[in-house]
């Protein structure tokens, strides 16, 4: 069973940067695919980052040149580097991480961006 604990959610005012992290309690990335999710009030749970074991990333429009996905694979860590902060990105934000038939969640991490 991977567990997966994410950090670093606060408040920040629009325009702001946080930078969050997801601990695995395991040695994955090699093999799973890693995303950051984030649920707003009332909406569906959204993908707002992801990296392939590859290497390779992908973000939706909303967000694609504000946060950058990263992983260090000797910390067993991946980040979510979020700049520009909208009071939209305003959501609890889930680590993912996805294998072909097993998945696993975080516990998720709130963000405010507020002024």
């Known amino acids: 069973q991977v567990q997966l604990v994410e950090s670093g959610g606060g408040s920040v005012q629009p325009g702001g940067s946080l930078r969050l992290s997801c601990l695995a309690s395991e040695s994955i990335f090699n093999t799973y695919a890693m995303g950051w999710y984030r649920q707003a009030p009332g909406k569906q749970r959204e993908l707002v980052a992801a990296v392939t074991n590859g290497g390779s990333t992908n973000y939706p429009d909303s967000v694609k040149g504000r946060f950058t996905i990263s992983r260090d694979n000797a910390k067993n860590t991946v980040y979510l580097q979020m700049n520009s902060l909208k009071p939209e990105d305003t959501a609890v934000y889930y680590c993912?991480?996805?294998?072909?038939?097993?998945?696993?969640w975080g516990q998720g991490t709130q963000v405010t961006v507020s002024s």
């Open positions: 993912n991480a996805k294998w072909a038939l097993w998945e696993y």
